[in-house]
């Protein structure tokens, strides 16, 4: 039997088995001869760096057009006014990470840093994503026309408009750098000598300001290699997206999946509190090490109008009924999860008093009773339409056991909970 690629021409060939590898082997396989890059000259994706005067950004970019999604080749061109997402393959992991304005600032919250994020996985994956654009400074240049490389432009990045519930997603903002002090342990042993160092960092702000960047084409950027060695390298993590999150991101909750797209390390202050999620008779059980008692709160609707339930598909039904629950608790939930954040910023000092400091926060207060034989803080069911008891959220739901094997149960119940400057 003869195959209907044995008489195939080469680039034929070669294209078909283009389309099933990824964006960098592909782009590897076209480099090797002039040969491979004569007969794959769609298969070779458009690489660019971002530099300016002292830093370039330590990674190797694709690049696509918004919305289309058409994937820029080795010949084209970026154009002022488009928008952009910049990008990059994770081979380690095996997906696309977009690079994003993420969390705001520690000392300025007019500003976000940068960070990559997973693209998205399944059609069930909630998405961190932004759009970039080459801005048109109206005098030289005209909107639409080619941007030319190593140019000194403005960049600007955008939100993306399907998903509005991240950090600054509609607002538009500029790349900028700052700078900040840097304090590196030099011997923790013995008399915590410690170097204190200057470092540059990208971000985006809000305010136009007068901060330019090249944009080169890998090639381009690689032939001048002895004054970019010169040049402060860049580097970014790629960051887990939270399942979901408050205050900009300072915010966030993740599972045990969501861990799976990046890491929870934020390059600063951040306190990580792992939590385990149960429910018994209806009442979802939070609980934590850092503090003496559990927190309780009913699994009821906001009201008898209230919206469709929103599931969440692949994550844990636990952490679909943290989701779901009336919205009146999430400040209380919030507030219990930041007591033992402070608990833990603190060293546990004076516990004795972290109950009774929690149970006089106003949120909570006016809320909720504790119960001393069960150790457990409750909060009252919510009680409307002439005090009418509202039905459960997700009956199946309303009994979920805490599992055995670790001091907060079985691995799939824990979460985790991540606060970061300016949340605390």
Not at 49 to 72: A, C, Q, W, Y
Not at 194 to 223: A, G, Q
Request: glycine content about 6%.
């Amino acid at each position: 039997m003869i195959s209907f690629l044995d008489r195939a021409p080469d680039d034929v060939i070669l294209n078909y088995i283009g389309e099933m590898l990824t964006p960098k082997e592909v782009s590897n396989l076209a480099c090797c001869n002039s040969h491979l890059r004569s007969v794959l000259p769609h298969a070779v994706p458009l690489r660019i760096r971002i530099t300016n005067d002292v830093g370039v950004l330590k990674h190797t970019l694709f690049v696509s057009e918004f919305p289309s999604g058409r994937m820029l080749q080795q010949d084209d061109s970026l154009r002022f006014g488009q928008r952009y997402r910049f990008w990059r393959f994770d081979s380690r992991r095996g997906h696309r990470c977009d690079l994003i304005s993420h969390l705001p600032l520690e000392d300025d919250d007019s500003g976000f840093d940068l960070a990559f994020a997973a693209w998205q996985r399944t059609k069930y994956d909630r998405c961190n994503r932004r759009t970039w654009m080459v801005e048109c400074d109206n005098n030289n240049h005209k909107e639409g026309g080619i941007v030319p490389w190593g140019l000194e432009v403005a960049i600007t990045v955008e939100g993306d408009a399907e998903f509005p519930a991240f950090a600054c997603h509609g607002k538009k903002r500029h790349l900028s750098t700052y700078s900040t002090v840097v304090e590196e342990l030099l011997n923790v042993e013995e008399d915590e000598e410690s170097e204190i160092t200057e470092e540059i960092r990208w971000c985006v702000v809000d305010s136009p300001n007068d901060e330019k960047f090249k944009i080169l084409r890998k090639d381009d950027y690689d032939k001048n290699r002895i004054h970019n060695n010169n040049l402060t390298k860049i580097r970014l993590k790629t960051r887990a997206t939270p399942v979901f999150h408050g205050i900009d991101g300072a915010f966030a909750i993740y599972s045990e999946r969501s861990l799976e797209s990046g890491c929870m390390d934020f390059g600063r202050d951040q306190i990580v509190i792992a939590f385990s999620l149960s429910t018994k008779e209806g009442f979802l059980h939070i609980k934590t090490l850092q503090l003496p008692f559990e927190f309780v709160v009913p699994m009821t609707k906001q009201s008898e109008h209230t919206p469709d339930y929103k599931p969440l598909p692949k994550e844990h039904p636990l952490m679909e009924t943290l989701w779901n629950i009336n919205k009146i608790y999430m400040n209380p939930v919030r507030c219990f999860l930041g007591t033992a954040a402070n608990h833990l910023l603190w060293d546990g000092d004076y516990p004795d008093q972290t109950l009774e400091r929690f149970s006089k926060l106003k949120t909570v207060v006016q809320k909720g009773f504790y119960d001393d034989k069960a150790h457990q803080f409750i909060l009252r069911e919510h009680l409307s339409m002439e005090r009418k008891k509202l039905p459960l959220q997700k009956p199946e739901f309303a009994n979920i056991p805490l599992g055995d094997g670790h001091p907060l149960g079985d691995r799939h119940n824990i979460f985790f909970c991540i606060f970061t400057k300016p949340c605390f």
